[in-house]
């Protein structure tokens, strides 16, 4: 099975779910905690299935960022002139 089918068939079984709940809440009654919990979780499974196939769908999925070469040559050092070296001190100082 495709990606698209296996989303397809998990959300299907998502409406299954929520139709069950509906009918358990009939019966139950929905002012309970464990069943605002386990709407909230349904809620929960949901959405996070609605992310996954935007990220299925999305054209870069899985693909590497394109890599930056960085240059063997040296920096210049006037970049450097206005800052201490880190854990070292200043240059003119001693440590104590």
């Given at each position: 099975?495709?990606?698209?089918?296996?989303?397809?068939?998990?959300?299907?079984?998502?409406?299954?779910?929520?139709?069950?709940?509906?009918?358990?809440?009939k019966q139950l009654?929905?002012?309970?905690?464990?069943?605002?919990?386990?709407?909230?979780?349904?809620?929960?499974?949901?959405?996070?299935?609605?992310?996954?196939?935007?990220?299925?769908?999305?054209?870069a999925a899985g693909?590497?960022?394109?890599?930056?070469?960085?240059?063997?040559?040296?920096?210049?050092?006037?970049?450097?002139?206005?800052?201490?070296?880190?854990?070292?001190?200043?240059?003119?100082?001693?440590?104590?």
């Open positions: 099975m495709s990606v698209h089918d296996e989303l397809t068939s998990v959300q299907h079984c998502l409406d299954d779910l929520y139709r069950s709940l509906g009918r358990l809440e009654g929905s002012g309970g905690l464990e069943m605002r919990r386990v709407r909230t979780d349904a809620g929960h499974l949901r959405e996070s299935v609605a992310l996954l196939r935007d990220a299925a769908a999305a054209p693909k590497r960022p394109d890599l930056v070469t960085i240059s063997d040559a040296p920096y210049d050092m006037s970049l450097w002139t206005d800052s201490d070296d880190e854990g070292l001190g200043a240059r003119d100082r001693h440590a104590p």
